[in-house]
């Protein structure tokens, strides 16, 4: 069949220090038409670089072509079909790096003052403003830097809540279904970790909560929909268990972008919520990339937000500093604004209906793919899915071919795999989360190459053992390439 191909004029690339040749030049600057001076009568001894031993001596044309070879081995949203779940990884529009890159913002510089930064601030403000409407919160701050960071505010929010009211609390309630990151950033924020199990029906139940909800607890942290791509439709009567005892209700809202514009975390009684703008509100991310995790809060925790804030007063905008209760900075000046300017633009550009057809076409494309593959995958649970859904490798293990082998065979196809073994409630898991920017084409083209890969897993299962065959690297000891990483390449 014809499929994404693999093939083609994908070239070899050495380092760029092998290349390197004595007194070759990129750029050779014009004469001097000043009175020469040596550095070290300019610049103080300890300031001064020696030589940098090694360094690469190459034409312009070997860095431009060393550069743009390493960028054709990588594979991006913008290369092809992404399903990786929980990620968001969608389509970016170009028109959001374009207003990222207007040298009025990208040139600004953090401490210029409030008065020649007004349209910053502005953009800042309103953004605030559309976040706290799509979720229904009374208070954002845009500081923090990513998902887990925002989590780690939140938290620390939450602290410091309870230690001003002289009652410190020690405990955080994490279901299984929660994002990873959940419980790693309440043990940060100096919480004691509660597990609590969703007892294999995807969600939590009111029960389970009930059971150990104390005023020892400060708050429950879920994710929802949860990283089984299930709605917790339990919410609303769990978090009136949680506000009896006082405690909050944090939401991991990292998978916005199954929605955002149908309902409001505010109105089911979350008290707190992280953003990840790097992937609801569509910036390019993965790699380690800058993201930006902004967090909403009820007006209990306003107070206790990072400073400084954002205020209006008349039809200026300020920086308010003055907040005595505040936990202070979570990040270096405002935090990633490039970030902050592509999700002002995408919610500009979308507009309120526009994101609510966002969530509905990214629940859509995964319930397609679901109902479509469920006769070929095993379902984890059977049931409408929210923005992604969760197969296993149950079906296949028979044949001995594993989630691994599926994955790695999907690469021989053209596609990026989805996330596989998590989350970890479900053996084997694969979660593919096809996001609302695919077409029907893609999403058919994809489903077609996952039956056939379920049909070679019965027919010829060595073939998906031996995957990926059409790659630079083979399969590679995924334990032995973390830990002893080979960096070089031959
Ligand atoms: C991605 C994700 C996070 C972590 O976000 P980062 O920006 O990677 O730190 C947290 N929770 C959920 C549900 C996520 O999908």
């Known amino acids: 069949m014809e499929a994404n191909g693999t093939k083609g004029l994908l070239m070899e690339e050495g380092l760029i220090f092998e290349k390197s040749s004595k ?25 001064l670089r020696d030589d940098i031993e090694g360094f690469p001596d190459v034409a312009e044309i070997d860095a431009v072509r060393h550069y743009t070879r390493l960028s054709q081995w990588n594979f991006g949203v913008d290369t092809g079909f992404y399903p990786l779940g929980s990620c968001t990884m969608k389509y970016n529009p170009k028109v959001n790096e374009d207003m990222a890159r207007l040298p009025g913002l990208s040139m600004l510089h953090p401490y210029q003052p409030e008065e020649l930064s007004q349209g910053a601030l502005k953009l800042m403000y309103e953004l605030e403003g559309f976040l706290a409407e799509i979720s229904g919160m009374d208070a954002i701050t845009l500081q923090p830097s990513a998902g887990a960071h ?38 940060l924020a100096g919480f004691k970790v509660v597990p609590v199990k969703s007892e294999g029906k995807g969600v939590l139940s009111v029960e389970a909560v009930k059971a150990i909800m104390d005023t020892d607890t400060a708050a429950l942290m879920l994710t929802n929909p ?5 709605f917790e439709s339990n919410i609303k009567e769990i978090a009136e268990i949680v506000h009896k005892k006082g405690g909050f209700v944090y939401c991991d809202g990292a998978n916005l972008n199954a929605i955002m514009g149908i309902m409001k975390l505010g109105d ?51 920086l308010d500093y003055n907040r005595p209760k505040s936990i202070g900075r979570m990040k270096s000046f405002y935090g990633n604004f490039s970030i902050m300017v592509r999700a002002y633009t995408y919610i500009r550009r979308m507009g309120g209906e526009g994101l609510k057809r966002a969530s509905e076409a990214a629940i859509l494309n995964a319930n397609y793919i679901k109902e479509k593959l469920k006769d070929s995958y095993a379902l984890a ?21 594993a989630t691994m082998d599926i994955a790695k065979r999907l690469i021989d196809y053209g596609y990026h795999p989805p996330t596989v073994y998590f989350p970890l409630v479900v053996p084997g898991a694969i979660m593919i989360e096809p996001t609302e920017t695919e077409t029907l084409e893609t999403l058919d083209k994809f489903i077609e190459v996952m039956k056939l890969i379920a049909d070679e897993a019965k027919a010829t299962p060595q073939v998906l053992k031996d995957a990926p065959t059409k790659t630079k690297v083979q399969r590679v000891d995924e334990v032995r390439a973390a830990r002893e990483p080979i960096l070089r390449w031959k």
């Open 150 to 187: 925002g989590e780690l505010c939140g938290l620390l929010l939450i602290s410091d809540y309870f230690k001003s009211k002289g009652k410190p609390r020690t405990k955080i309630i994490i279901p299984d279904t929660a994002h990873g990151t959940n419980p790693a950033s309440s043990h």
């Open 23 to 47: 007194g070759r030049t990129g750029v050779e600057p014009a004469s001097f038409d000043v009175p020469e001076a040596s550095a070290e009568a300019l610049i103080p001894k300890n300031l």
């Open 268 to 318: 089911l009684g979350v008290d707190v919520v992280q953003f990840n703008l790097h992937k609801t509100f569509s910036t390019p991310h993965g790699g380690g990339g800058p993201g930006s995790g902004p967090v909403g809060v009820r007006k209990a925790l306003e107070p206790f937000l990072p400073i400084p804030r954002i205020k209006k007063a008349g039809k200026k905008f300020k």
């Open 226 to 230: 949860n990283t089984i791509g299930l």
């Open 381 to 401: 649970y059977d049931q409408p899915c929210m923005h992604e859904c969760v197969f296993s490798d149950r079906l296949q293990l028979g044949s001995g071919v």
